[in-house]
Protein backbone atom coordinates (compact mmCIF):
# COMPACT_ATOMS: atom_id res chain seq x y z
CA UNK A 1 0.00 0.00 0.00
CA UNK A 2 1.26 3.28 -0.84
CA UNK A 3 1.02 6.18 1.89
CA UNK A 4 0.22 8.46 -1.08
CA UNK A 5 -3.16 6.62 -1.51
CA UNK A 6 -4.20 7.39 2.02
CA UNK A 7 -4.92 10.78 1.13
CA UNK A 8 -8.32 9.59 -0.38
CA UNK A 9 -8.72 6.05 1.15
CA UNK A 10 -9.32 7.43 5.30
CA UNK A 11 -11.20 10.88 4.42
CA UNK A 12 -13.87 8.41 1.88
CA UNK A 13 -13.96 5.71 4.76
CA UNK A 14 -14.94 8.78 7.26
CA UNK A 15 -17.63 9.62 4.64
CA UNK A 16 -19.04 6.47 4.80
CA UNK A 17 -19.05 6.62 8.53
CA UNK A 18 -20.94 9.74 8.21
CA UNK A 19 -23.50 8.37 6.22
CA UNK A 20 -25.04 7.42 9.07
CA UNK A 21 -26.21 10.42 10.19
CA UNK A 22 -28.37 10.57 7.34
CA UNK A 23 -29.84 6.77 7.19
CA UNK A 24 -30.78 7.10 10.80
CA UNK A 25 -34.62 8.68 11.94
CA UNK A 26 -34.57 11.20 12.16
CA UNK A 27 -33.29 12.12 8.37
CA UNK A 28 -34.86 8.55 7.26
CA UNK A 29 -32.91 8.27 4.10
CA UNK A 30 -32.27 4.68 4.45
CA UNK A 31 -32.00 4.35 0.53
CA UNK A 32 -28.43 5.60 1.15
CA UNK A 33 -27.68 2.71 3.65
CA UNK A 34 -25.51 0.08 1.61
CA UNK A 35 -23.09 3.00 1.17
CA UNK A 36 -21.69 2.37 4.54
CA UNK A 37 -20.68 -0.47 4.19
CA UNK A 38 -19.57 0.12 0.31
CA UNK A 39 -17.50 3.01 0.88
CA UNK A 40 -15.69 1.91 3.60
CA UNK A 41 -14.82 -1.57 1.88
CA UNK A 42 -13.72 0.49 -1.40
CA UNK A 43 -11.78 2.71 0.65
CA UNK A 44 -10.17 -0.37 2.75
CA UNK A 45 -9.39 -3.39 0.30
CA UNK A 46 -6.19 -3.54 -0.68
CA UNK A 47 -4.67 -2.34 2.52
CA UNK A 48 -2.72 -4.14 5.04
CA UNK A 49 -4.65 -5.38 8.38
CA UNK A 50 -2.88 -2.34 10.49
CA UNK A 51 -3.90 0.28 8.25
CA UNK A 52 -6.95 -0.95 7.76
CA UNK A 53 -7.61 -1.58 11.15
CA UNK A 54 -6.82 2.06 11.66
CA UNK A 55 -8.90 3.27 8.84
CA UNK A 56 -12.14 1.19 10.58
CA UNK A 57 -11.33 2.38 13.58
CA UNK A 58 -12.07 6.52 12.70
CA UNK A 59 -14.88 5.39 10.22
CA UNK A 60 -16.42 3.97 12.73
CA UNK A 61 -16.04 6.94 15.50
CA UNK A 62 -17.33 8.62 13.17
CA UNK A 63 -20.27 6.27 11.89
CA UNK A 64 -21.03 5.85 15.68
CA UNK A 65 -20.99 9.89 17.16
CA UNK A 66 -23.18 10.57 13.81
CA UNK A 67 -25.96 9.83 15.07
CA UNK A 68 -26.15 8.71 18.92
CA UNK A 69 -25.07 12.17 19.75
CA UNK A 70 -27.88 12.36 21.99
CA UNK A 71 -26.33 10.06 24.67
CA UNK A 72 -24.33 13.08 25.37
CA UNK A 73 -27.53 15.21 26.78
CA UNK A 74 -27.62 14.26 30.15
CA UNK A 75 -24.02 12.91 31.23
CA UNK A 76 -21.62 14.94 28.79
CA UNK A 77 -19.83 14.02 26.17
CA UNK A 78 -17.15 11.52 27.89
CA UNK A 79 -19.63 9.01 27.86
CA UNK A 80 -20.07 9.39 24.36
CA UNK A 81 -16.73 8.69 23.56
CA UNK A 82 -16.29 6.12 25.66
CA UNK A 83 -18.92 4.15 24.07
CA UNK A 84 -18.36 5.11 20.56
CA UNK A 85 -14.51 4.12 20.72
CA UNK A 86 -15.15 0.53 22.42
CA UNK A 87 -17.45 0.10 19.22
CA UNK A 88 -15.07 1.56 17.05
CA UNK A 89 -12.63 -1.35 18.54
CA UNK A 90 -15.38 -3.77 17.34
CA UNK A 91 -16.21 -1.79 14.35
CA UNK A 92 -12.06 -1.70 13.12
CA UNK A 93 -11.84 -5.26 13.44
CA UNK A 94 -14.48 -5.91 11.45
CA UNK A 95 -13.00 -3.77 8.68
CA UNK A 96 -9.19 -5.29 9.51
CA UNK A 97 -10.41 -8.94 9.06
CA UNK A 98 -12.05 -8.09 5.87
CA UNK A 99 -9.14 -6.28 4.59
CA UNK A 100 -7.02 -8.85 5.06
CA UNK A 101 -9.07 -11.89 3.73
CA UNK A 102 -9.05 -9.93 0.60
CA UNK A 103 -5.65 -9.61 0.16
CA UNK A 104 -4.94 -13.07 1.05
CA UNK A 105 -7.34 -14.49 -1.29
CA UNK A 106 -6.98 -12.70 -3.78
CA UNK A 107 -10.60 -13.22 -5.73
CA UNK A 108 -11.19 -13.62 -9.18
CA UNK A 109 -14.34 -14.39 -11.23
CA UNK A 110 -17.16 -15.74 -9.53
CA UNK A 111 -15.34 -15.18 -6.13
CA UNK A 112 -16.04 -11.58 -6.46
CA UNK A 113 -19.33 -12.78 -5.55
CA UNK A 114 -19.00 -14.96 -2.72
CA UNK A 115 -16.58 -12.52 -0.78
CA UNK A 116 -19.42 -10.30 -0.89
CA UNK A 117 -21.10 -12.24 1.05
CA UNK A 118 -18.10 -12.92 3.10
CA UNK A 119 -17.69 -9.38 3.65
CA UNK A 120 -21.54 -8.90 4.71
CA UNK A 121 -21.18 -11.99 7.25
CA UNK A 122 -18.49 -10.53 8.62
CA UNK A 123 -20.72 -7.12 9.14
CA UNK A 124 -23.12 -8.99 11.15
CA UNK A 125 -20.80 -11.06 13.24
CA UNK A 126 -19.02 -7.79 14.28
CA UNK A 127 -22.26 -6.23 15.33
CA UNK A 128 -23.61 -9.44 17.28
CA UNK A 129 -20.27 -9.23 19.21
CA UNK A 130 -21.03 -5.69 19.81
CA UNK A 131 -24.24 -6.10 20.99
CA UNK A 132 -23.29 -8.83 23.00
CA UNK A 133 -20.45 -7.98 25.22
CA UNK A 134 -19.59 -6.27 27.61
CA UNK A 135 -21.94 -6.22 30.07
CA UNK A 136 -25.07 -7.09 27.50
CA UNK A 137 -23.46 -4.71 24.66
CA UNK A 138 -24.94 -2.20 22.87
CA UNK A 139 -27.59 -3.20 20.30
CA UNK A 140 -28.46 0.04 19.29
CA UNK A 141 -27.30 1.23 15.43
CA UNK A 142 -27.56 -1.91 13.85
CA UNK A 143 -26.99 -1.18 9.96
CA UNK A 144 -30.62 -2.99 9.84
CA UNK A 145 -32.25 -0.36 12.24
CA UNK A 146 -31.87 2.21 9.69
CA UNK A 147 -34.79 0.18 7.60
CA UNK A 148 -37.93 1.03 9.39
CA UNK A 149 -39.19 3.34 6.88
CA UNK A 150 -38.64 1.19 3.24
CA UNK A 151 -39.11 -2.09 2.04
CA UNK A 152 -36.18 -3.48 2.97
CA UNK A 153 -37.19 -3.82 6.55
CA UNK A 154 -39.60 -6.20 5.31
CA UNK A 155 -36.79 -8.89 5.52
CA UNK A 156 -37.07 -8.46 9.34
CA UNK A 157 -40.21 -11.01 8.88
CA UNK A 158 -38.11 -13.80 7.70
CA UNK A 159 -34.50 -13.24 9.93
CA UNK A 160 -35.52 -10.13 12.33
CA UNK A 161 -32.93 -7.02 12.36
CA UNK A 162 -29.86 -9.07 11.36
CA UNK A 163 -31.03 -10.60 8.00
CA UNK A 164 -32.33 -6.93 7.37
CA UNK A 165 -28.40 -5.78 8.25
CA UNK A 166 -27.23 -8.54 6.31
CA UNK A 167 -28.92 -7.90 3.11
CA UNK A 168 -28.41 -4.29 3.23
CA UNK A 169 -24.54 -5.16 4.17
CA UNK A 170 -24.27 -7.08 0.97
CA UNK A 171 -26.08 -4.70 -1.38
CA UNK A 172 -23.10 -2.65 -0.21
CA UNK A 173 -20.59 -5.29 -0.48
CA UNK A 174 -21.87 -6.14 -3.74
CA UNK A 175 -21.31 -2.48 -4.97
CA UNK A 176 -17.81 -2.22 -3.59
CA UNK A 177 -16.63 -5.30 -5.51
CA UNK A 178 -18.44 -4.15 -8.70
CA UNK A 179 -16.40 -0.73 -8.11
CA UNK A 180 -13.14 -2.75 -7.21
CA UNK A 181 -13.09 -5.39 -9.54
CA UNK A 182 -15.23 -4.26 -12.46
CA UNK A 183 -12.69 -3.87 -15.06
CA UNK A 184 -10.79 -6.95 -14.34
CA UNK A 185 -10.55 -10.02 -16.70
CA UNK A 186 -13.28 -12.46 -15.63
CA UNK A 187 -15.51 -10.04 -13.40
CA UNK A 188 -19.23 -11.48 -13.40
CA UNK A 189 -20.91 -7.79 -13.64
CA UNK A 190 -23.83 -9.10 -14.69
CA UNK A 191 -24.09 -11.17 -11.95
CA UNK A 192 -23.14 -8.81 -9.29
CA UNK A 193 -25.74 -6.23 -10.74
CA UNK A 194 -28.46 -8.83 -10.90
CA UNK A 195 -27.86 -10.56 -7.33
CA UNK A 196 -27.94 -6.49 -5.54
CA UNK A 197 -30.96 -6.16 -7.42
CA UNK A 198 -32.65 -9.21 -6.55
CA UNK A 199 -32.07 -8.40 -2.56
CA UNK A 200 -32.66 -5.05 -3.28
CA UNK A 201 -36.52 -5.67 -4.93
CA UNK A 202 -37.44 -8.55 -3.43
CA UNK A 203 -38.79 -7.46 0.35
CA UNK A 204 -40.64 -4.71 -1.64
CA UNK A 205 -42.72 -7.11 -3.08
CA UNK A 206 -43.55 -9.61 -0.35
CA UNK A 207 -47.17 -9.12 0.35
CA UNK A 208 -46.58 -8.69 4.61
CA UNK A 209 -50.49 -7.88 4.83
CA UNK A 210 -51.52 -10.61 3.38
CA UNK A 211 -49.91 -12.71 6.07
CA UNK A 212 -51.29 -10.78 8.77
CA UNK A 213 -54.83 -10.77 8.09
CA UNK A 214 -57.17 -11.18 11.72
CA UNK A 215 -60.40 -10.59 13.20
CA UNK A 216 -59.20 -10.59 16.65
CA UNK A 217 -58.81 -7.36 17.98
CA UNK A 218 -58.69 -5.43 21.74
CA UNK A 219 -59.27 -1.41 22.41
CA UNK A 220 -56.25 -0.39 23.83
CA UNK A 221 -55.83 3.66 25.18
CA UNK A 222 -51.93 4.39 25.24
CA UNK A 223 -51.80 7.17 27.01
CA UNK A 224 -48.38 10.04 26.79
CA UNK A 225 -48.83 11.88 30.11
CA UNK A 226 -46.30 14.36 28.63
CA UNK A 227 -43.98 14.12 32.47
CA UNK A 228 -40.69 15.42 33.10
CA UNK A 229 -39.40 11.74 33.96
CA UNK A 230 -35.73 12.04 33.63
CA UNK A 231 -33.03 10.82 35.71
CA UNK A 232 -32.26 14.17 36.92
CA UNK A 233 -35.80 15.48 37.15
CA UNK A 234 -36.66 17.15 40.45
CA UNK A 235 -40.20 17.30 40.92
CA UNK A 236 -42.71 17.00 43.68
CA UNK A 237 -43.05 13.31 44.16
CA UNK A 238 -47.06 12.39 42.34
CA UNK A 239 -46.63 15.20 39.82
CA UNK A 240 -45.88 12.96 37.24
CA UNK A 241 -48.45 9.94 38.54
CA UNK A 242 -50.59 13.40 37.90
CA UNK A 243 -50.15 14.25 34.73
CA UNK A 244 -50.96 10.73 33.47
CA UNK A 245 -53.74 10.51 35.52
CA UNK A 246 -55.13 14.16 33.67
CA UNK A 247 -54.02 12.80 30.28
CA UNK A 248 -56.00 9.55 30.90
CA UNK A 249 -59.37 12.01 31.44
CA UNK A 250 -58.80 12.67 27.24
CA UNK A 251 -59.62 8.75 26.74
CA UNK A 252 -63.36 9.38 27.89
CA UNK A 253 -63.45 12.18 24.86
CA UNK A 254 -63.02 9.29 22.54
CA UNK A 255 -65.76 6.98 21.07
CA UNK A 256 -64.33 4.13 22.04
CA UNK A 257 -64.18 4.94 26.27
CA UNK A 258 -66.60 2.32 26.94
CA UNK A 259 -65.40 -0.40 24.96
CA UNK A 260 -61.85 -0.47 27.08
CA UNK A 261 -59.85 -3.29 27.13
CA UNK A 262 -56.62 -2.21 28.76
CA UNK A 263 -54.99 1.23 29.16
CA UNK A 264 -51.36 1.60 28.94
CA UNK A 265 -49.20 3.99 30.71
CA UNK A 266 -45.39 4.08 29.99
CA UNK A 267 -42.20 3.47 32.13
CA UNK A 268 -42.22 5.92 34.82
CA UNK A 269 -45.46 7.14 34.98
CA UNK A 270 -46.02 6.83 38.40
CA UNK A 271 -43.09 8.88 40.32
CA UNK A 272 -44.48 6.85 43.41
CA UNK A 273 -45.04 3.40 44.35
CA UNK A 274 -48.41 2.02 44.63
CA UNK A 275 -47.31 -1.00 46.32
CA UNK A 276 -45.98 1.29 49.22
CA UNK A 277 -48.00 4.05 49.17
CA UNK A 278 -51.41 4.24 50.08
CA UNK A 279 -51.82 7.57 48.45
CA UNK A 280 -50.77 6.44 44.62
CA UNK A 281 -52.68 3.39 45.08
CA UNK A 282 -55.99 5.25 45.80
CA UNK A 283 -55.38 7.60 42.93
CA UNK A 284 -54.70 4.42 40.74
CA UNK A 285 -57.77 2.82 41.69
CA UNK A 286 -60.14 5.55 41.11
CA UNK A 287 -59.10 5.75 37.76
CA UNK A 288 -59.17 2.54 37.04
CA UNK A 289 -62.64 2.38 38.38
CA UNK A 290 -63.49 5.19 36.25
CA UNK A 291 -63.19 3.62 32.82
CA UNK A 292 -63.41 -0.31 34.45
CA UNK A 293 -60.53 -1.79 32.84
CA UNK A 294 -57.14 -3.01 33.73
CA UNK A 295 -54.17 -0.53 33.85
CA UNK A 296 -50.50 -1.37 33.10
CA UNK A 297 -48.10 1.33 33.83
CA UNK A 298 -44.12 2.16 35.07
CA UNK A 299 -43.32 2.70 38.47
CA UNK A 300 -40.22 1.84 40.87
CA UNK A 301 -40.67 -0.78 43.19
CA UNK A 302 -38.89 -2.57 45.97
CA UNK A 303 -38.40 -6.42 47.46
CA UNK A 304 -36.09 -6.22 49.92
CA UNK A 305 -33.12 -5.13 49.20
CA UNK A 306 -33.47 -5.24 45.38
CA UNK A 307 -34.77 -2.29 43.53
CA UNK A 308 -36.74 -2.78 40.16
CA UNK A 309 -37.68 -0.99 37.08
CA UNK A 310 -41.22 -2.48 37.18
CA UNK A 311 -44.30 -2.64 35.07
CA UNK A 312 -47.79 -3.23 37.24
CA UNK A 313 -51.06 -4.73 35.75
CA UNK A 314 -53.48 -2.99 37.81
CA UNK A 315 -57.37 -4.73 38.01
CA UNK A 316 -60.24 -2.14 38.52
CA UNK A 317 -61.50 -4.37 41.27
CA UNK A 318 -58.40 -6.54 42.60
CA UNK A 319 -55.66 -3.93 42.12
CA UNK A 320 -52.04 -5.06 41.58
CA UNK A 321 -52.27 -8.46 39.64
CA UNK A 322 -48.92 -9.39 37.64
CA UNK A 323 -45.56 -7.59 37.68
CA UNK A 324 -42.85 -7.29 35.19
CA UNK A 325 -39.15 -6.26 36.31
CA UNK A 326 -37.16 -5.26 33.65
CA UNK A 327 -34.83 -8.08 32.52
CA UNK A 328 -31.81 -6.04 30.98
CA UNK A 329 -31.71 -2.79 33.04
CA UNK A 330 -28.99 -0.50 31.23
CA UNK A 331 -25.65 -0.37 32.06
CA UNK A 332 -24.12 3.14 33.72
CA UNK A 333 -27.81 4.31 33.13
CA UNK A 334 -30.01 1.91 35.60
CA UNK A 335 -26.74 0.29 37.18
CA UNK A 336 -22.89 0.41 37.33
CA UNK A 337 -21.29 -3.03 36.95
CA UNK A 338 -18.07 -3.29 38.61
CA UNK A 339 -18.77 0.14 40.28
CA UNK A 340 -15.74 -0.01 42.40
CA UNK A 341 -13.21 -0.35 39.08
CA UNK A 342 -15.00 2.42 37.43
CA UNK A 343 -15.52 5.11 39.81
CA UNK A 344 -11.50 4.65 40.70
CA UNK A 345 -11.42 6.41 36.68
CA UNK A 346 -14.62 8.59 36.72
CA UNK A 347 -16.18 9.24 40.27
CA UNK A 348 -17.87 12.15 39.76
CA UNK A 349 -19.83 10.34 36.54
CA UNK A 350 -20.25 6.75 38.17
CA UNK A 351 -21.91 8.89 41.05
CA UNK A 352 -24.34 10.51 38.63
CA UNK A 353 -26.06 6.52 39.26
CA UNK A 354 -26.45 6.21 42.91
CA UNK A 355 -28.71 3.72 42.53
CA UNK A 356 -28.43 0.44 40.75
CA UNK A 357 -31.50 -1.76 39.46
CA UNK A 358 -31.94 -5.18 40.21
CA UNK A 359 -32.34 -7.96 37.33
CA UNK A 360 -35.68 -8.80 36.69
CA UNK A 361 -36.49 -12.89 36.76
CA UNK A 362 -40.30 -12.37 36.09
CA UNK A 363 -41.79 -13.38 32.71
CA UNK A 364 -43.53 -10.43 30.81
CA UNK A 365 -46.74 -11.93 30.12
CA UNK A 366 -49.49 -10.47 31.17
CA UNK A 367 -52.70 -12.62 30.74
CA UNK A 368 -55.83 -10.34 30.33
CA UNK A 369 -59.79 -11.56 29.94
CA UNK A 370 -59.93 -11.54 26.19
CA UNK A 371 -56.47 -11.84 25.68
CA UNK A 372 -52.29 -12.03 26.21
CA UNK A 373 -50.23 -9.19 25.98
CA UNK A 374 -46.47 -9.14 26.59
CA UNK A 375 -43.90 -5.95 27.65
CA UNK A 376 -40.90 -5.14 27.82
CA UNK A 377 -39.80 -1.80 28.96
CA UNK A 378 -37.80 1.10 27.17
CA UNK A 379 -34.18 -0.36 25.94
CA UNK A 380 -35.05 -3.91 25.75
CA UNK A 381 -36.80 -3.32 22.47
CA UNK A 382 -33.15 -3.08 21.37
CA UNK A 383 -32.97 -6.60 22.57
CA UNK A 384 -33.70 -9.18 19.60
CA UNK A 385 -34.21 -12.21 22.88
CA UNK A 386 -36.83 -10.20 24.50
CA UNK A 387 -39.87 -9.48 21.78
CA UNK A 388 -38.95 -13.11 20.31
CA UNK A 389 -39.96 -14.48 23.58
CA UNK A 390 -43.04 -12.77 24.05
CA UNK A 391 -44.34 -13.89 20.83
CA UNK A 392 -43.18 -17.28 21.47
CA UNK A 393 -44.95 -17.12 24.96
CA UNK A 394 -47.88 -15.94 23.80
CA UNK A 395 -48.37 -12.48 23.61
CA UNK A 396 -50.79 -11.39 20.88
CA UNK A 397 -49.29 -7.81 21.34
CA UNK A 398 -46.26 -6.44 22.82
CA UNK A 399 -46.81 -3.35 24.83
CA UNK A 400 -43.18 -1.14 24.75
CA UNK A 401 -43.42 1.27 27.26
CA UNK A 402 -40.71 3.65 27.44
CA UNK A 403 -39.49 7.06 28.97
CA UNK A 404 -37.28 9.12 26.62
CA UNK A 405 -37.94 12.50 28.77
CA UNK A 406 -33.97 12.70 29.16
CA UNK A 407 -33.42 12.79 25.00
CA UNK A 408 -35.61 16.25 24.59
CA UNK A 409 -35.97 16.41 20.83
CA UNK A 410 -33.19 14.61 20.02
CA UNK A 411 -33.42 11.77 17.22
CA UNK A 412 -33.68 9.06 19.98
CA UNK A 413 -36.86 8.79 20.43
CA UNK A 414 -37.44 8.68 16.53
CA UNK A 415 -34.76 6.08 16.29
CA UNK A 416 -36.21 3.83 19.45
CA UNK A 417 -39.60 3.89 17.85
CA UNK A 418 -38.44 3.05 14.40
CA UNK A 419 -37.06 -0.52 16.27
CA UNK A 420 -40.90 -1.22 17.72
CA UNK A 421 -41.84 -0.78 14.28
CA UNK A 422 -39.21 -3.03 12.89
CA UNK A 423 -40.29 -5.37 15.75
CA UNK A 424 -43.80 -5.83 15.15
CA UNK A 425 -42.77 -7.11 11.30
CA UNK A 426 -40.08 -8.94 12.75
CA UNK A 427 -42.49 -10.69 15.82
CA UNK A 428 -45.96 -10.25 13.30
CA UNK A 429 -47.44 -8.70 16.74
CA UNK A 430 -49.01 -4.60 16.69
CA UNK A 431 -46.56 -2.80 18.98
CA UNK A 432 -47.98 -0.57 21.63
CA UNK A 433 -45.11 2.29 21.73
CA UNK A 434 -45.87 4.76 24.46
CA UNK A 435 -43.63 7.05 25.63
CA UNK A 436 -43.84 9.83 28.56
CA UNK A 437 -43.19 12.31 26.20
CA UNK A 438 -42.90 10.59 22.62
CA UNK A 439 -42.53 9.39 20.21
CA UNK A 440 -45.41 7.29 20.73
CA UNK A 441 -47.36 5.17 18.03
CA UNK A 442 -48.94 2.55 17.35
CA UNK A 443 -47.27 -0.20 14.44
CA UNK A 444 -48.66 -3.06 13.08
CA UNK A 445 -47.44 -6.16 11.64
CA UNK A 446 -46.77 -5.02 8.27
CA UNK A 447 -45.10 -1.90 9.37
CA UNK A 448 -48.14 0.67 9.06
CA UNK A 449 -48.69 2.93 11.37
CA UNK A 450 -52.35 2.53 12.80
CA UNK A 451 -51.69 5.96 15.14
CA UNK A 452 -49.27 8.19 16.54
CA UNK A 453 -49.36 11.41 19.07
CA UNK A 454 -47.36 14.73 18.81
CA UNK A 455 -43.97 14.50 20.63
CA UNK A 456 -44.12 16.96 24.30
CA UNK A 457 -48.28 16.89 24.55
CA UNK A 458 -50.43 15.13 26.69
CA UNK A 459 -52.17 12.39 25.01
CA UNK A 460 -54.44 9.39 23.99
CA UNK A 461 -54.33 6.83 21.17
CA UNK A 462 -57.49 4.84 21.67
CA UNK A 463 -57.81 1.95 19.14
CA UNK A 464 -59.05 -1.69 18.07
CA UNK A 465 -55.33 -3.27 17.96
CA UNK A 466 -55.33 -6.44 15.88
CA UNK A 467 -54.33 -9.25 17.86
CA UNK A 468 -52.14 -12.13 16.42
CA UNK A 469 -50.78 -15.39 17.40
CA UNK A 470 -48.64 -16.97 14.50
CA UNK A 471 -45.49 -17.24 14.71
CA UNK A 472 -42.78 -15.71 12.22
CA UNK A 473 -40.37 -17.56 10.50
CA UNK A 474 -37.80 -14.66 12.20
CA UNK A 475 -39.31 -15.72 15.59
CA UNK A 476 -39.41 -19.46 15.00
CA UNK A 477 -35.47 -18.99 13.86
CA UNK A 478 -34.61 -17.40 16.98
CA UNK A 479 -31.10 -16.08 17.97
CA UNK A 480 -29.96 -18.93 15.03
CA UNK A 481 -30.47 -16.17 12.10
CA UNK A 482 -26.69 -14.78 13.53
CA UNK A 483 -25.43 -18.62 13.46
CA UNK A 484 -26.88 -19.16 10.11
CA UNK A 485 -25.24 -15.84 8.98
CA UNK A 486 -21.86 -16.56 10.27
CA UNK A 487 -22.01 -20.07 8.63
CA UNK A 488 -22.81 -18.28 5.58
CA UNK A 489 -19.40 -16.03 6.01
CA UNK A 490 -17.68 -19.43 6.48
CA UNK A 491 -19.06 -21.37 3.38
CA UNK A 492 -18.30 -18.54 1.59
CA UNK A 493 -14.71 -18.42 2.59
CA UNK A 494 -14.45 -22.13 1.91
CA UNK A 495 -16.04 -21.67 -1.97
CA UNK A 496 -13.49 -19.08 -2.54
CA UNK A 497 -10.40 -21.03 -1.21
CA UNK A 498 -11.20 -23.98 -3.74
CA UNK A 499 -10.26 -22.16 -6.31
Known amino acids: ?17 LIALYIFPTENIWVLSP ?12 MGFRLALLTGFIA ?18 VPLLALSTLMSVYFALGVGLTSWLWKRLKPKTNQYIWFAVLAAAIWIAREWLAM ?7 PWSRLGMAQAHGPWGNWAYFGGISLVGFAVAL ?7 IAVGARKRGFPLRLATISAALIATMPAIFPLGLLNQTDRTATIAAVQGNANAGLFSNLTPGTILNNHIQATKLVSETD ?13 ASDVDPLRSDEARGAIDKIAKEFDAPFTFGTVTKSGDDVYNSTLLWSPTEGPIDQYDKKRPVPFAEFVP ?7 LAPDLIDLVPRGYSFGERDGIFELEEFMAGTLICFEIAIDQIPRELANSGAEVILSQTNNADFGYSDETYQQAAIAKLRAIETGRSVVNISTVGL ?40 WIDALIAALGVLSLVVIRRR
Open 1 to 17: MRKVELWWRIPLAMIGG
Open 35 to 46: LVPALILIATLG
Open 60 to 77: GQVYYIAHIEWISLYLGP
Open 132 to 138: SFPYGGF
Open 171 to 177: IGSLLAV
Open 256 to 268: LADELDLIVWPEN
Open 338 to 344: DRPFWRA
Open 440 to 479: SAIYLPDGKTLNELTWYQPGAMVNKVPLYSAITPAVFIGG
